[in-house]
């Protein structure tokens, strides 16, 4: 597993999920547990396989926030969203970020975030956007993002943010 040695900056260590496959079990039932089974697929063991399938350094790029023994949580870098329709020159999203409820509050998902963001710098990404049906931004707002607009899918108030990266 490739961690990142800083440990200064957080008691925990980050690795891609595509170099620790017995995580993705886990990863995606937190993912379809918090926001469902993905439309594209039709079981969980094909939303799996598509997760163990994935080219490592290429996107989409899920990082975890691993300790010794146990994934913390996880957020993804991608270069699609379901809102490109709406939001077409917004390229590159920062999506999917879970840390379990009795993990939260320790500073996880704001890490989880700002080393997406380092990473997206060093691919010469200059910015990100993210969704969060937070409406005041929540986390995001604390660490940088700013809103760049709001929409309603099924229901559901979103906010759209966006950070400059470069």
Do not use: N
Not at 10 to 35: R, Y
Not at 76 to 93: G, M, N, V, Y
Not at 107 to 122: D, M
Request: with cysteine; charged share 25%; hydrophobic share 40%.
């Amino acid at each position: 597993m490739t961690t990142d040695s800083s440990k200064a900056r957080s008691p925990f260590d980050f690795a891609p999920l595509s170099e620790c496959p017995d995580a993705i079990l886990q990863v995606a039932h937190w993912w379809c547990d918090e926001w469902g089974l993905p439309e594209r697929h039709k079981s969980m063991d094909a939303y799996v396989g598509e997760l163990a399938s994935l080219t490592p350094g290429e996107l989409p790029f899920h990082l975890l926030a691993v300790d010794e023994r146990k994934v913390l949580g996880v957020a993804t870098l991608k270069d699609r969203s379901a809102l490109q329709e709406l939001f077409p020159d917004a390229r590159h999203w920062v999506s999917g970020v879970y840390v379990p409820p009795e993990r939260r509050h320790r500073g996880i998902a704001t890490s989880l975030c700002l080393k997406l963001v380092e990473i997206a710098r060093t691919r010469g990404i200059r910015r990100l956007h993210l969704v969060t049906e937070m409406l005041d931004g929540g986390l995001y707002a604390k660490i940088g993002w700013k809103p760049i607009g709001q929409v309603q899918v099924e229901g559901v108030d979103l906010l759209v943010m966006a950070r400059e990266v470069a």
